[in-house]
């Protein structure tokens, strides 16, 4: 069967999942015409880029067993990238191109360097020593202000086609008008899509299957023969790689990039509640955990927003419902999670046939 | 692994453990490679008490967390939200007690800032017995979903910290008297610094003392080097660890007075900064090891003021350097844990 075949012949296996993913597919697709407005279009946008961010992560993390905390630093490392090919080199195709080589190129090689220094210890380790080195990068790109533009980051041109001045036809089509913003998206749409499949490609791959084993017993899979240390560095490049397309998307769409767009480490939060809540080591559960943090960041706070008025004057109760305290909320679904549906929402739907 | 073993042994009597006496040295080196750098003695002086003074509190937050990991293999990602808490106390207690805070009698600003510390302990030391039950113990010996129920531990808890006292950043200022600094000879030196320094030292001491001359401690040690032979001789260690944990919460809420007062004001994200901060300690002392863990804290400070003064940039990027230096040379880190 061809879907088959474009799905690596893993499927959601749950009718329900299927429904879901089948849903916001669907929304994405058509979400030009189907929700109006600037903020739902970088909604949608968002979406599509933590997908690809958090599917990368879930190689890693779901799929091999490591817990890395430098993931938003190759994130980082594709927005400036890009970010910063299109300052010094102006709006042109070829800039994009150059800055997403040399942000690849970059990212590969400290995701080797840090993998083959640390990856043979424990995961605890790899977390600690992942978590120092994240945050000395971050402070070395705000640190470089004559290039990164430090904390105030960097706002650029992106080539003619995908700035919002251009038009493709006069008339609007269904109603919306063909611009330069409709073309930007469905570009990260189809590159997002792409991503999705080639990484679902990759864990259903024989590869992906040593990955598996490793997380499931590096002992056993070293016996067997496999070497771990370079399954889980290669892995470990593999998602840093993915990681660093996801940022130039994010560059291209926001035309802007600085520190706290891209490498903060509240971001890093981000993902891995994204993660673990839609289901580690499903790859469907990105799209999900993705899909249902962006629109919990972006609504929810006007939902808490609604209750909180509606708490006013009691004792903190007003505070904890403070839109501002949404994370909270997820922090706590986090924890969940880890204790009663470890595989997340994916899991928890295939569970129940 | 790092004391070789006597290939002959009289009988009957077991080879002394030998100090490993090269890490030692490297306090003493490192100071005394900056004095020439510095150009001036007052300078360097002023300097090695600062970062004394900073190693100390380090140490006193990352300790007890080298000794959980030790004992049970748990490292709590979390550890940041004890030290926010202890701070924020801190705020609270100080804040309603103005008066003694602001009299220029250092009995009387010790008075004010002794039941903060004492308060930001118990109170630290309390949601870490809560912490330990609710967060850690359904997911002991599976590492993967430790760290991440104890971020998530830390994601909560400083929301929560958000929730109770505001999101924003609050005015720590330091007792009347802590202020300004006293002159030894031409070098100005802050005394709150010395206090933390004496501090620092206490729980020191205070820690080498339980962990080398009681039995607890005793049994803390032993179980680090090998915890089913201390279960296998009858000892709950469960108990003890448990234990361990909360006095780690509590030291963690003291050093978060004492980095409060340091920095003087503080913020819900202050835990999540200071934890990177200790992890390249712990990395840097050996995971487990408490000597380790006081020297690598007071490498870390004195670097971060040294460096500070020299090169502003490179001081940034010092802690990641120190910790790739080490590992290095030793990559277990300084001492290394048996069984680790």
């Not at chain 1, 069967?1 to 749950?14: E, F, H, I, K, Y």
């Not at chain 2, 006292?165 to 802050?190: C, D, H, K, M, N």
């Amino acid at each position: 069967m061809m879907l088959d075949r474009v799905l690596s012949g893993d499927l959601p296996r749950n009718r329900m999942l299927t429904a879901v993913l089948i849903a916001i597919v669907v929304g994405l697709a058509l979400a030009p015409f189907v929700f109006p407005g600037a903020k739902a279009l970088n909604v949608a946008a968002k979406i599509c880029i933590f997908i690809v961010l958090v599917a990368s992560f879930d190689l890693l993390l779901g799929y091999t067993g490591i817990v890395s905390f430098a993931h938003t630093m190759f994130f980082g490392i594709g927005a400036y990238g890009v970010a910063i090919a299109l300052t010094r080199l102006g709006p042109s195709w070829a800039a994009v191109g150059a800055g997403i080589a040399a942000a690849l190129a970059l990212s590969f090689g400290l995701s080797l360097v840090i993998g083959l220094f640390s990856l043979r210890v424990k995961a605890i380790f790899y977390a600690m020593i992942t978590l120092a080195v994240a945050s000395a990068f971050q402070t070395f790109a705000s640190q470089l202000s004559e290039i990164t533009g430090g904390e105030d980051g960097l706002n650029f041109k992106v080539p003619e086609m995908l700035s919002p001045g251009f038009s493709l036809a006069q008339q609007p089509f269904l109603g919306v008008s063909l611009d330069g913003k409709l073309i930007s998206y469905y570009l990260l749409f189809a590159i997002t899509v792409v991503l999705f499949l080639v990484m679902l490609r990759i864990v259903n791959s024989p590869f992906g299957r040593v990955l598996q084993a490793i997380r499931e017993n590096d002992f056993r899979a070293e016996a067997l023969g496999y070497r771990t240390v370079v399954y889980r560095t290669f892995s470990n490049v593999l998602s840093a790689g993915f990681a660093t397309l996801a940022g130039a998307l994010l560059a291209l769409w926001l035309r802007y990039n600085g520190p706290d767009t891209s490498l903060s480490f509240d971001i890093m939060i981000d993902i891995l509640l994204m993660v673990v809540i839609g289901g580690m080591g499903t790859m469907y559960g990105a799209v999900i955990g993705a899909t249902l943090f962006v629109i919990a960041q972006n609504y929810l706070q006007d939902l808490m927003k609604f209750a909180s008025d509606a708490a006013a004057g009691m004792p903190l109760l007003p505070n904890l419902v403070h839109p501002d305290r949404w994370l909270l909320w997820l922090g706590i679904l986090f924890v969940l999670s880890v204790y009663h549906f470890p595989a997340g929402i994916v899991g928890r739907l295939r569970g129940k046939k | 692994m790092s004391s070789p073993v006597a290939t002959t042994l009289a009988l009957g009597a077991l080879p002394a453990v030998r100090l490993d006496r090269l890490p030692l040295l490297l306090l003493p080196a490192l100071a005394l490679i900056a004095l020439p750098l510095m150009g001036s003695f007052s300078t360097w002086v002023t300097l090695t008490v600062a970062g004394l003074a900073m190693g100390m509190i380090i140490f006193i937050i990352a300790s007890g967390l080298t000794l959980v990991f030790g004992l049970m293999d748990v490292l709590n990602f979390g550890h940041g939200v004890f030290i926010a808490l202890g701070a924020f106390l801190a705020t609270t207690v100080l804040g309603s007690m103005a008066d003694w805070t602001a009299s220029e009698n250092l009995l009387i600003n010790l008075l004010a800032v002794l039941p903060a510390m004492l308060v930001a302990m118990a109170v630290a030391g309390g949601v870490g017995f809560a912490f330990e039950r609710v967060i850690i113990r359904p997911v002991y010996g599976q590492h993967l979903k430790q760290i991440m129920i104890t971020m998530g531990g830390m994601i909560v808890g400083e929301e929560l910290i958000k929730v109770v006292w505001g999101p924003q950043t609050i005015p720590l200022p330091l007792p009347a008297a802590f202020r300004g600094s006293l002159l030894l000879g031409e070098a100005a030196v802050e005394k709150y610094r010395l206090i933390a320094v004496v501090i620092g030292l206490g729980v020191f001491a205070a820690m080498f003392w339980a962990l080398s001359r009681t039995k607890v401690g005793l049994l803390i040690r032993a179980g680090v080097q090998d915890r089913e032979m201390v279960e296998s001789l009858g000892y709950r260690i469960r108990k003890l660890f448990v234990g361990v944990f909360v006095a780690g919460s509590s030291l963690a809420g003291l050093g978060g007075v004492m980095w409060g007062l340091y920095q003087q004001n503080v913020t819900p994200q202050m835990g999540s900064q200071v934890t990177v901060l200790i992890f390249i300690v712990i990395i840097i002392g050996g995971l487990g090891s408490v000597g380790g863990c006081f020297i690598g804290a007071l490498l870390v400070g004195l670097l971060a003021n040294y460096t500070g003064f020299l090169a502003p940039k490179v001081a940034l990027f010092s802690n990641i350097l120190l910790m790739v230096l080490i590992l290095l040379w030793r990559p277990q880190g300084i001492y290394p844990v048996a069984n680790r």
